[in-house]
């Protein structure tokens, strides 16, 4: 239901697309929302983001039940990707297009690159400028490259409000809206929406988590752009974004693989076996059935990555090509690597699949494993000890 309101005079006036399961390459099975909020303070009326263009109807009919958005004085930019700032042009024309748009000052970069055919009254706010409303007063976080060179943060200081944009995020649309009305999966949307949107920049997430400590802020509540609203302990969030940034593992090892001829599927099963035998969590993961995304989600807390391929042109199987392509951008950090395979005469995937190791500056167990075309019984005993080897290198390394 939105508008919704979360405090007083504060509003998400955002819309859910429960439709939506692309996100430029992330699976989003929930759907996600697109939360944009609009404080109605004495002095000023700000809006905060924006949505998705498509949604700019939906969103228009939000605000115009709170208040004519004639009334809204100014708009804050946090983030200029689509998904947020994709309304702004029609919300200017039906609001004045003089109406100021604050911003980050690469804000004003990528707002302008954007909409090079509008003229948008645009204004760099430093971080830490303040800004009075009325009763209340906003202030600015620099959060560049989180995950844009645009990224801010907005807090809200008189209710501990922070309006943090993609941070602490979540592709999930649903009925719920708060923390509180959700379980444990709610960290599970988040843990996903950080593998594959936050990973990159772990070392910057760790800084920015430091500085908002350093800053001693009360937080009441932290209003992200997508998904459900942190309200009940917003401190739980901030643990686990700063366990994932320091990519902390435990003793798991995912097994992805593809196979041709069924020979890699039976060597992984074997791998999965011995591995197993050593008390270490495994998960077996098909890329055929297994979402990249939800590959890297499995991957960021597992200590071992191993890789199966079966040769395929003197390369490796395309499926897999997938996956690494989208892996390697995401920059998983302190795995271990092990590849393995069937061929029937040249046989260059595992070799090529420790080079993608290499490139990503895992920690290899060895040359790997192949086995010429199907695997008989020695083969497969093989494959088991391997996978032994696998666990106790995986329970060998903290
Ligand atoms: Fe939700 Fe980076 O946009």
Known sequence: MRPLKIAEGIYDVGVKDWNIRDFHGYSTYMGTTYNSFLIVDDDKVVLIDTVKEPFTHQFMENIRKVIDPKKIDLIISNHAEMDHSGALPRVLHLIGEE?????????????????????????????????????????????????????????????????????????????????????????????????????????????????????????????????????????????????????ETKEKVIIVYDTMWNSTEKMARKIVDGARSTGVEVIPMSVRNWHRSDIMTELMDARALVLGSPTLNNGIFPTLCDVLAYMKGLKPQGKLGAAFGSYGWSGEAVKLLNKEFDTMGFERIDDGLRTLYVPDSEALQACYDYGVRIGEAVKAKS
């Not at 748009?101 to 971080?127: Q, R, T, W």
């Not at 843990?191 to 920015?208: C, G």
């Not at 908002?212 to 009940?232: F, Q, V």
């Open 99 to 247: 109406t100021p748009v604050y911003c980050s000052k690469m804000g004003e970069k990528a707002l302008s690159a954007h909409f090079n055919d509008k003229k948008i009254n645009l204004h760099v706010v430093k971080p830490g400028t303040e800004m009075k409303l009325g009763k209340r007063t906003l202030s600015f976080i620099e959060t560049r490259m989180l995950h844009w060179p645009d990224s801010m943060f907005t807090y809200l200081k008189e209710d501990g409000i922070l309006f943090s944009s993609d941070a602490f995020g979540q592709h999930y649309a649903s009925h719920e809206n708060f923390d509180d009305e959700m379980g444990e999966g709610l960290f599970e949307h988040a843990k996903k929406y950080f593998a594959n949107i936050l990973l990159p920049f772990a070392p910057r997430v760790e800084k920015l988590l430091e500085s908002i400590e350093s800053m001693g802020l009360p937080l009441n509540m932290i209003c992200p752009d997508h998904g459900i609203l942190w309200r009940k302990n917003p401190e739980m969030i901030l643990e686990r974004y700063a366990s994932w940034a320091r990519q």
